[in-house]
């Protein structure tokens, strides 16, 4: 079960962001806080050493540091995600959020919702009562039915 699930977490890191509040309680790293993304991700392990911020740093950590030039426009645009958050800081808690819709995020996560966006939406087709039934599975249906045999 843990591997099925582990190989889906690409899939599942698109369903959840974090909205900065005191960036006390978000990673830097491997939190989407900004509209890149998780920043791992897209830097890779050399990143931290290249942006001079720890694997562990918060975002709260990260911004509390003073800027730095660098030579690639992709850092510099990441230093200017942080001056952004920066002016954005408060002093309440940062909040999880999950993909309701395709581009709406809300603080609670839904598995129905959840569900609709991942599944590709097919018509009904006039069969589909010979295989689905109310508060059963076919499975069930077809273990019952050898068992009733059976007697």
């Known amino acids: 079960m843990w591997r099925k699930l582990l190989k889906y977490r690409d899939k599942a890191k698109d369903f959840h ?5 005191n960036g006390q309680a978000s990673s830097f790293w491997y939190d989407a806080w900004s509209d890149m993304g998780r920043l791992l991700d897209l830097t890779g392990a050399r990143g931290c050493v290249d942006m001079e911020i720890s694997l562990k740093a918060s975002v709260a950590n990260a911004v509390s540091q003073r800027p730095r030039r660098h030579r690639s426009d992709f850092y510099t645009m990441i230093e ?4 952004k ?3 954005k800081m408060k002093t309440r808690e940062d909040v999880s959020v999950w993909k309701f819709t395709a581009d709406v995020f809300k603080p609670r996560f839904s598995t129905c ?3 609709l966006l991942l599944r590709s939406p ?3 087709v006039s069969w589909h009562s010979s295989v ?3 508060h ?3 499975i069930e249906v077809c273990l019952h ?3 009733s045999s059976a007697q």
């Not at 200017?80 to 001056?83: F, G, K, L, S, V």
């Open 145 to 147: 039915g050898v068992a």
């Open 113 to 115: 919702n959840t569900w």
């Open 122 to 124: 097919a018509p009904i």
């Open 136 to 138: 059963t599975t076919p």
């Open 80 to 83: 200017e995600a942080i001056y």
């Open 132 to 134: 689905w039934f109310l």
């Open 17 to 21: 962001r974090v909205e900065v509040k």
């Open 85 to 87: 958050q920066r002016s």
